[in-house]
């Protein structure tokens, strides 16, 4: 990297990261908010006397990620709707967990009026692909998406429609489950899967997702970041960056060069899917030179617990007639058997002998600790770096000063790469556990409970919706969970749907902000499939390149449009926050709601579906329908938010309107495992993860390192190619965004040595072609050392869009150019977690 794109890079992350400085200074460059500039102060901005100047000040969350980041807006009175009428800028409140603004909000205002905004609903009118569409009114696409449905419906049966999001999976289950199937499957498995089947393994459901666990960031000494880049959430960037201040270390392992590791931080290049191997090398120093916490092993974690011969752990079940399978031997003081429901439990960390078992015999029983030091005997510090391309030396300094400085590994985010991630996570988690700082200051604490209600949500077979209204579903499997029994979603289930029609066929499809060419592997697969589907819909707030294949696109509604509660996440506080309608549609814009769209395609489908969840003809109308619906809907759940924490309701709503947000509860520490145990089997954190086993999907429960599976391992002329999300343009909407393409380097990344091997030189042209795929296309290159050897690197969605209106408006053609990963990266998903790929292997030469 040049010293001006270094020093470019930099002050691009201090303009998002401001708060009321960059507020100010935008103010200052926009005519018309000369009234306002006196309220925003390096202090702060004063919100009670813009409100008495006469801006209307909206609190609302930018809703283009999870974390709910809290934004404010103000508008002008009585002015139109434009771009020139609002401004928005960070949450100033100072106990706001999500404070900031990373580059997918700031790019808002440009996709609320953005040129690729969807502004009516649109009827396809050539072949899928070629993105010809005519305007229809919004009564004669719905008419005739229902009336195709219901011809599915009738021949194939309910469960052959299969619905797909990223971030509305309960509006789209006010369609789906009345209907009658189950298939609501999100594109987890590109992006979460791997880590939450980890954890789960480990530590339970509740505590498998990786919004529920998260390092103490303000209070950290010492956090390791492996795969993560940290762009969001913005509350933890400003956390860590208060750690930063107090000397805490930061270090990021990862094959390309983090944007956030330019603030004081070390980065550990490593090879591509290597991660489980540095992780099981840092355990190995830890128990080797006895840098581990024995009271919290022996008191927190399964390692006393007694296992047999085939893996398995021994059970009270083994050694008495009529005993329980689900309650787990230890060996006591004196040599005396023991179970983990006992009270005052004083194991044998190192047992091993044999025990008598019911039926008299003798078996061989040895603790998950012993089997833990065998195992890590195989990941010396000299094997690990042979694996990860990094020095000996550098694993060992890791142990120790994790160990030193009480440190954390931060449990990842979008972590599904390489096909071995689930090991990565188990083995980053046998590291914190071997560190015993759980839900302590500064070490990985745990979110508490909202207690927000759902919209909607399903228990034994029931559907229950917070108006009261409820019906039976009769199939709640879906088709994902009969192939992958351990996924929390993995949409290619559906792609085999339709292409093999196995397990059944999939024959309509309903797409909500699900970018498919950018988030699902072999984008040529994906397009068989498309091509095959007897109905495909999509809806959406821009017009993303799956728009071109579909049958009919909606617009629907940004939250910039939009009331809504909703959770904030990556905290360890429980706060919800009020996201409050900041304005309308842009002229010309006929954008609806999401749920209303589903819920009307199912009125003019099955009109008595519709009434089970209290949706009714005189409710097409959006206004009356936001009135009478939505407004109760919403009512309902700050009722049930206020009852649950005993909070007066006006108060309640009062607070909302004024700060934008409620938080129920602060920080608290020493709550899982001390006083709350985990869900695992033994309510223990599981370094040896009993669930796997005992289902057979694994002859032992500790993390591994295995070759990724996911793609040809490169010979040496060939690379892997990674890829990672931008702080700027993120994923989604956002990535489509008119400063997105200017803001973010949508070049493929060479290490200069790479470069000069292949006579390549900076900004040259070059082809790369998918080992697996086959898949050729043209980029052209960043020769820069922030990307290790024999890796090629590129930002997800910020570059080969290929949607119809993009190539068409001169004004996005740099959003053609560059790649989009997923060209490369083949199909393949892991057979029990169902979690996908996202790296894959290429050759790269001059063009």
Sequence with gaps: MTKDVFKETLSRRRFLVGSAAVAAGALLANKGWVDAQPFFTPEGVDIEGLERAGFLVRHTICHQCGAGCGLTALVKKGAPPSEESMLIFPNQSPDHPQPGMCGRGATAPYTWNSPLRLRKPLKRVGARGEGSFEEVTWDQALDEIGAKLREIVERDGAKAVAFSTHDYANEMRLLAWPLGSPNVISQASTCNTAGVVGRRWMMGSGFDHHAVIDPDYENVRYVLFPGRSLNAPMGAVHRLAKAREHGAKVVFLNPAHPDVAFASADWIPCVPGTDAAFMLGVANVLVNEKKYDEGFILRYTNLPFLLKADGKPLTQADLQEGGDANVFALMGEGNEIVFHTDDGLRPDLTYAGSVTLADGSE?????????????????????????????????????????????????????????????????????????????????????????????????????????????????????????????????????????????????????TGATIFHRD???????????????????????????????????????????????????????????????????????????????????????????????????????????????????????????????????????????????????????????????????????????????????????????????????????????????????????????????????????????????????????????????????????????????????????????????????????????????????????????????????????
Excluded at 618 to 635: F, G, I, P, Y
Excluded at 783 to 789: F, L, N, S
């Design 363 to 511: 078996a061989p029983v040895t603790t998950a600790w012993n089997r833990l030091l065998e195992h890590l005997a195989d990941y010396t510090p000299t094997h690990a770096a042979q694996i990860a391309g990094v020095p000996a030396a550098t694993i060992t300094r890791v142990a120790r000063e994790l160990f030193a400085m009480q440190g954390v590994v931060e449990d990842t985010w979008y972590n599904t790469r390489n096909g071995n991630d689930t090991d990565a996570i188990m083995g980053l988690m046998t590291v914190n556990a071997l560190l015993g700082n759980l839900d302590k200051p500064g070490g990985m604490c745990f979110r508490p409970s909202t207690k927000l209600p759902g919209m909607i949500g399903i228990s034994s077979g029931t559907v229950n919706l917070v108006t009261g209204d409820s019906f039976i579903l009769e199939q709640t499997k879906r088709i994902d969970q009969e192939i992958y029994p351990e996924t929390n979603a993995t949409f290619d289930a559906v792609i085999q749907g339709i292409l093999d029609e196995e397990p059944y066929p999939i024959t309509g499809l309903f797409l």
């Design 521 to 847: 592997p072999n984008v040529a697969r994906a397009i068989e499939a498309l091509e095959k589907l007897d109905l495909l819909v999509t809806v959406d707030v821009v017009h993303q390149e799956i728009c071109d294949w579909s049958d009919y696109v909606l617009p629907a509604e940004m939250f910039l449009e939009r009331d809504h509660i909703a959770n904030v996440g990556w905290t360890q506080t429980a706060t919800v926050a009020r996201q409050q309608k900041v304005t309308d549609p842009p002229p010309g814009v006929d954008a609806r709601p999401d749920a209303w769209i589903m819920l009307e395609i199912l009125r003019r489908a099955y009109p008595q579906r519709a009434a089970m969840v209290g949706h009714y003809d005189w409710m097409s109308d959006v206004a009356t329908w936001k009135n009478e619906w939505l407004h109760r809907v919403e009512e309902l759940r700050i009722e049930g938010l206020a009852h649950a924490w005993n909070r007066d309701l006006e108060q309640v709503k009062a607070e909302f309107t004024e700060k934008g947000f409620i938080t129920f509860q602060e920080q608290r520490y020493g709550g899982t495992p001390y006083n709350r145990a985990f869900a695992s089997p033994s309510g223990r954190l599981e370094v040896y993860a009993f669930r796997p086993v005992l289902r057979g999907y694994r002859e032992h429960g500790f993390a591994t390192y295995f070759d990724p599976p996911a793609y040809t391992m490169p010979r040496a002329d060939e690379f892997f190619l990674v890829n990672g999300k931008s702080p700027i343009g993120g994923s989604g909407v956002a990535g489509l965004a008119f400063p997105t393409q200017y803001l973010v380097d949508n070049r493929l990344w060479l290490n200069p040595a790479d470069a000069e091997r292949l006579g390549i030189a900076m900004d040259d042209e070059v082809e790369v072609e998918g080992l697996d795929t086959g898949w050729k296309a043209k980029v052209n290159v960043n020769v820069t050392p922030r990307v290790i050897a024999g890796t090629a690197f590129v930002y997800s969605y910020s570059g080969g869009h290929r949607q119809k209106v993009v190539a068409d408006d001169p004004r996005f053609a740099k959003l053609s150019k560059g790649l989009a990963p997923h060209w490369f990266s083949r199909s393949w998903v892991d057979p029990v977690t169902g979690a996908n790929s996202n790296n894959a292997s290429v050759r790269i030469r001059r063009a």
